[in-house]
């Protein structure tokens, strides 16, 4: 079966250091996979995704970045952090068939930025 | 590109009541719809999908409807409980769209 993990659960970082959070999918090859933010008590707001190795599309211009060097690997980055990079950031993966399309959540990484 | 949009925000029922929670969608070419319900602290879990072809589904106490003339689908659920409460997002994507497009949230309150 498939699983998704992200780390670290919690981070605590001070305004201008830099970030990088790690979404790890296993049990699929070549998945979809999607960073997103949400900050407390709201939405969900989509930041990043890919469809494959190297291949990066992004959503919202702001100062993250993200990365996919290996197939089932995400990463997150910023390199330096503002107060209103504070939320829940979700990793996901999707089943990628035609009109088939379930999406998984990966358990997330609540980020203070103080 | 597409838009989802998700009534009502809020939502108060008694326990044992149904909810009905309602979305639209703009892209004619969106052919899956999936629901996810959302604990507080915890990440969103996919609860029910429906795709283009049915126009209802049901699982135990939940089901949705799906109207494509209309473009809009609906979830409900009867008989709630008090662990039904969460916030529930609905979603629609076109399969070429590669990503799913969100509504804002309805947060559901079941008062016992």
Redesign the interface.
């Given at each position: 079966s498939q699983t998704i993990h992200q780390w670290p659960a919690t981070l605590v970082q001070p305004v201008g250091s830099p970030l990088s959070l790690e979404c790890t999918v296993e049990g699929t090859s070549n998945p979809?996979l999607?960073w997103y933010r949400q900050a407390a008590g709201?939405?969900?707001q989509?930041l990043f995704?890919s469809?494959g190795i190297g291949q990066i599309s992004s959503e919202v211009p702001q100062n993250l970045s993200a990365s996919r060097p290996q197939d089932r690997q995400f990463i997150l980055s910023s390199k330096k952090l503002l107060l209103s990079d504070s939320g829940f950031y979700?990793c996901a993966w999707?089943v990628?068939r035609?009109?088939?399309?379930?999406?998984?959540?990966?358990?997330?990484t609540r980020l203070t930025v103080l | 590109g597409e838009n989802v949009e998700q009534h009502p925000s809020t939502l108060s029922v008694q326990e044992g009541d149904s909810a009905v929670i309602k979305c639209t969608y703009s892209d004619s070419a969106s052919n899956y719809f999936p629901w996810y319900k959302q604990e507080l602290g915890k990440r969103p879990q996919l609860i029910i999908d429906i795709r283009s072809n049915v126009g209802e589904k049901k699982d135990q106490r939940i089901a949705v409807t799906l109207n494509k003339t209309a473009k809009h689908f609906s979830l409900h659920i009867t008989e709630t409980q008090p662990e039904d409460s969460a916030v529930y997002f609905c979603a629609a994507r076109a399969w070429v769209a590669q990503k799913l497009v969100f509504g804002q949230g309805t947060r559901l309150t079941i008062n016992p």
């Open positions: 979809n999607y709201r939405g969900l989509l995704y469809v979700l999707s990628e035609v009109n088939y399309n379930e999406q998984f959540f990966g358990p997330g | -």
